[in-house]
């Protein structure tokens, strides 16, 4: 078994409501400290095959066609 | 002698204007007929098919991701190449751009509210099958109800929208003027695409044809397509 985590997230420069909100929330907790915050979402995978290759290759498919809107959203794919 | 158009409207598990917009279409004279997600045909000799509001799958993963994927959407799809007209309206605007049958995407909006209120919206081009009843200028009072509305197209596709005449709408203050609702580019509230037989909007013209129930201006949107 293979197990592939999806980080998608809003690609730099289109604007992101939720990171927005999340950073105007630790500036007025404080935390002065904080350039930018994204939020993105994470995608956990269980495959049935043993090659990593092959996983990662089905995995970026899958991205492609479903998991990311890539008009907006990058992603990138860990293999475990 | 008006035109008697036979309109398919879309069901997804989770659409929920389905039933406003047969009402809609129905009050104008035209026939409709429901079309289930899973049917691999559209009816034959339709003159239009609308992908109506609602929460398909839940808004799960994002709004219309996975709507678009549906065996009725494969014949949505064909239909539209071949110059059928489609309209989507809220969800449906969303499932369209997924489907790639529209540019651009349909982000969070930018409060993170759900905004659901009577807009006002300003008629930016009307040469087109849609809002040909429409002048240039107008300024339409129309509901919206989304958490998903904030449009977004990146710069070069923008120029595209605008040299093709392709934005049909923005927020509007009562004069026509621009106004920041959700945070889409340049305050568009609809487009169509290149061919101008696919349109998309997030405001819900079938909600508003009944001046005692806030607003009448959604008929002479629909009636446009019945030149």
């Known amino acids: 078994m293979t197990k592939a985590v999806v980080n998608v997230f809003l690609k730099d420069g289109v604007l992101d409501p939720q990171g927005k909100a999340a950073h105007h929330a630790l500036d007025s907790l404080g935390f002065d400290s904080v350039d930018d915050v994204r939020i993105g979402k994470q995608i956990i995978i269980k495959l049935h095959t043993d090659d990593r290759a092959e996983a990662e290759a089905e995995v970026k498919e899958m991205c492609e066609t479903l998991l990311a809107n890539t008009v907006i959203e990058d992603y990138t794919i860990e293999i475990n | ?227």
């Open chain 2, 1 to 227: 002698m008006q035109k008697t158009l036979k309109v398919a409207v879309l069901r997804f598990p989770g659409t929920n204007c389905e039933f406003d917009t047969q009402y809609a279409f129905e009050k104008l004279g035209h026939t409709t007929e429901l079309v289930w997600h899973e049917d691999e045909n559209l009816p034959a000799d339709i003159d239009l098919v609308v992908v109506p509001g609602g929460f398909s799958y839940g808004d799960y993963l994002r709004s219309g991701s996975i709507a678009r994927f549906s065996p009725v959407m494969k014949a949505v799809t064909t239909y539209a190449n071949d110059g059928g007209k489609v309209l989507g309206i809220c969800n449906g605007f969303q499932i369209l751009t997924e489907a790639g049958l529209l540019p651009g995407a349909l982000k969070r909006n930018n409060d993170l509210h759900f905004i659901s209120k009577h807009q006002n919206l300003c008629v930016i081009n009307n040469d087109n099958a849609f809002l040909n009843l429409c002048e240039k200028g107008e300024v339409l009072n129309i509901p919206i109800a989304h958490a998903d509305g904030n449009y977004y197209i990146d710069d070069e596709g923008f120029k595209k929208l605008e040299e093709n005449e392709q934005i049909l709408l923005r927020y509007s203050n009562e004069n026509g003027e621009p106004v920041v609702v959700n945070g889409s580019v340049t305050s568009i509230a609809g487009i169509c695409n290149e061919a101008k037989n696919v349109f998309g909007l997030m405001p819900h013209p079938e909600r508003a044809l009944e001046a005692i129930l806030g607003s009448e201006d959604g008929i002479r949107m629909l009636k446009g397509f019945e030149a």
